[in-house]
């Protein structure tokens, strides 16, 4: 296979760099008019056909040879059936790494907590888990057992009492890692189908598919639409963009590393971004030298090489701290600091999804098995958002008790407050509760 590679260099002292920055970076995850209404259609339909529909879309889009919703539904049984169709190194490979998630997400729990005040007055907050969480999983070719365990555990960690996974099977193809994650990982229940009809079900429910409080987990541009639109009815993750790595480099690491860590991302489509930040101008040509010689042996050299090509940079910087600038601009899902002293930098790091520390910690250790969560924020997100946890299957719910004196003393604040916004029944439904002494007074 042959490839060529012609990734963009950029040097942040060029006047223009801010301008050839944001180019890159700029990405649109619009869904055109004919996506947004084929999947407005295909709620429609789910909405008033349920189960039918479900079949019907999944015999059209998926090609399965469906004759009810019964043929769509995966038992327990089936679940514990794939834990002995895979490999023994595999089923290993699982279940330490759904171990290790769960070790890191038991750290995320919040109980619950009140305080009293002198007067007897009790402040706190209520931590309860959803009832019931709906995961997206792509199937056929594109299945991540891993993206399974890191959207299943944490909902099972927070308590959320019921975990329902709709996954396609395109052409009847099952993907027994994905079945053998979800043994592992607690679902409870297991849906054939997918696309925006999946979405549908899990928001609205179906005579079978029950109603879900969130969907979390990725899907195509269809799924992403349905989402959209079905926000608001549930909860939903986040929508996802391309998937990025950013590499800070002082120059020291071998660049073959840093080629294949930039390579470990772009091979995920043609939008995936892969940026590398060095001050280091020869070492810039020694990472260009090794994506060159190495791309040809990548199985997935045409992904990479348009990804690499279209949204990747080399980034030279003044110095470290600039390239902590441009980290900070960038807002990046996934950060590798291949420095010398990365726990120096981290103070000076203020947006990034996950940051993965030193030389040897590889951003695909954080993919699989590190244990916190690999869903993440991107497209510049992580300015005000975090990564998929715990807390993603909790609501928080205030509890205000007031005493006597309590609701007596906030009554005259109160009454204050609401008659300077003409409120007049707030202000005199605080009111009744002063005491008839104070008011006296």
């Not at 969480?133 to 057992?145: D, E, F, R, T, W």
Request: proline share 5%; hydrophobic share 40%; glycine share 8%.
């Amino acid at each position: 296979m042959t490839v060529s590679t012609a990734i963009a260099r950029l040097n942040a002292a060029d006047p223009d760099f801010a301008r050839h920055l944001d180019h890159l970076l700029s990405w649109e995850s619009v869904s055109d008019d004919a996506v947004n209404q084929r999947v407005l259609d295909i709620i429609k339909a789910v909405r008033e056909r349920g189960d039918a529909a479900l079949v019907e879309f999944t015999q059209r889009f998926d090609g399965v040879d469906a004759k009810s919703i019964d043929d769509l539904i995966l038992n327990r049984e089936r679940l514990e059936l794939a834990l002995t169709r895979i490999t023994p190194a595999q089923r290993e490979a699982l279940e330490t790494a759904a171990n290790r998630v769960r070790m890191y997400h038991e750290r995320q729990k919040q109980d619950s907590w009140q305080y009293t005040e002198a007067d007897g007055t009790v402040l706190g907050q209520k931590v309860t888990p959803l009832d019931r969480a709906g995961l997206y999983v792509p199937g056929g070719k594109a299945s991540y057992p891993s993206s399974v365990l890191m959207n299943a555990i944490p909902a099972k960690v927070a308590g959320v009492a019921e975990v329902v996974m709709v996954v396609p099977t395109p052409r009847g193809e099952v993907n027994e890692l994905v079945l053998a994650a979800a043994c592992i990982a607690g679902v409870d229940r297991v849906f054939t189908v997918g696309g925006a009809q999946a979405v549908a079900a899990l928001a609205y429910g179906t005579e079978s598919v029950p109603q879900v409080d969130k969907i979390v987990g990725p899907g195509n541009i269809y799924v992403a639409t349905a989402k959209r639109h079905v926000f608001g009815q549930v909860g939903i993750d986040m929508i996802a963009g391309p998937s990025e790595i950013l590499v800070v480099c002082d120059g020291q690491t071998d660049p073959d590393w840093i080629a294949m860590d930039l390579f470990s991302q772009a091979e995920h489509d043609e939008d995936a971004q892969a940026i590398l930040v060095s001050p280091d101008a020869a070492f810039l040509d020694r990472v260009a030298a090794s994506i060159d010689k190495l791309m040809p042996t990548m199985e997935r050299a045409e992904i990479i090489e348009k990804s690499i090509n279209g949204r990747g940079a080399l980034i030279q910087v003044r110095d470290m701290h600039q390239a902590m600038e441009v980290a900070n601009r960038i807002a990046p899902e996934h950060l590798e600091l291949s420095v010398a002293d990365p726990q120096a930098w981290l103070p000076h790091i203020r947006h990034a999804g996950a940051i993965f520390m030193g030389r040897h910690t590889s951003e695909a250790l954080g993919d699989y098995c590190a244990g916190p969560n690999h869903v993440l924020p991107t497209s510049g997100t992580a300015r005000f958002s975090s990564p998929l946890g715990v807390y993603d299957f909790q609501k928080r719910s205030s509890i205000i008790f007031c005493s006597e004196q309590g609701a007596s003393e906030l009554g005259h604040t109160a009454s204050v407050l609401a008659r300077g916004e003409s409120l007049t029944a707030h202000a005199r439904s605080a009111e009744y509760r002063i005491l008839t002494q104070e008011k006296g007074n």
